[in-house]
């Protein structure tokens, strides 16, 4: 695709519910990382993939949060039994190699 | 601990009024400092990255250099489609993670 897309662009969900946010990368980019934004924070680093090796996942702020990306291409963010806290906006990049990062429009999950 | 600082947190301009924002850094095995800016409600949109100190940038009315502790984004004669947050976050690690500061936003007055 032309750029990285993410979906949806909204989520509304209530407490203790889980939630999937998918990214879809640049065709042919190796590297896929998700980053989350929350109001008036800098971004915040969670997971990262590069190509066929084991995901960063040094970032991941509890065992709520987990990813997978399936054929080096797609990516899912899960979060389990979601809290307050975690209402953020969740920001997928990806890139060529690991250099320049482009990302998405975000998903912006709001919890109830 | 590796961080990133911006200054100043905001800036307001009249437009064609020159200024600079700055970004200093102290991550240790530094992989590339970049420059994006972030509109509201949409992701970080790439402008530079820079390597080394000494190197310098273009791109239009955007000017980003590097020192061994801080970068530079010079803003020259700036428009009002210039306002936006701009961030510039440092590349560490075999992970080549950002590490984001909390940007300048900037508000450019027509």
């Known amino acids: 695709g032309a750029g990285v897309s993410q979906s949806p662009s909204n989520k509304v969900t209530e407490k203790g519910k889980d939630v999937e946010l998918r990214c879809d990368p640049i065709s042919g980019h190796t590297a896929l990382y998700w980053y989350r934004q929350s109001l008036g924070q800098g971004l915040e680093f969670l997971i990262y993939?590069?190509?066929?090796?084991?995901?960063?996942k040094s970032g991941l702020p509890s065992d709520r949060f987990s990813a997978e990306r399936t054929g080096g291409s797609v990516s899912t963010l899960t979060i389990q039994r979601t809290q307050q806290e975690d209402s953020a906006v969740y920001l997928c990049a990806s890139s060529l190699l690991g250099d320049t990062q482009y990302f998405g429009p975000g998903t912006r999950l709001t919890v109830l | 601990e590796d961080q990133v600082t911006q200054s100043p947190e905001a800036l307001r301009l009249q437009e064609g009024e020159s200024s600079s924002l700055n970004c200093s850094y102290t991550v240790s095995g530094l992989r590339g400092l970049f420059w994006y800016r972030q509109d509201p409600g949409k992701g970080p949109e790439f402008l530079f990255t820079l390597y080394s100190a000494g190197e310098e940038k273009e791109k239009e009315r955007l000017k980003a250099t590097l020192t061994k502790k801080e970068s530079f984004l010079h803003i020259t004669a700036p428009k009002p489609e210039d306002s936006a947050t701009y961030l510039c976050?440092?590349?560490?690690?075999?992970?080549?993670?950002?590490?984001w500061g909390l940007g300048t936003s900037l508000a450019v007055n027509p």
């Open positions: 976050p440092d590349s560490a690690g075999n992970n080549r993670k950002l590490i």
């Open positions: 993939f590069q190509g066929n090796s084991a995901p960063d």
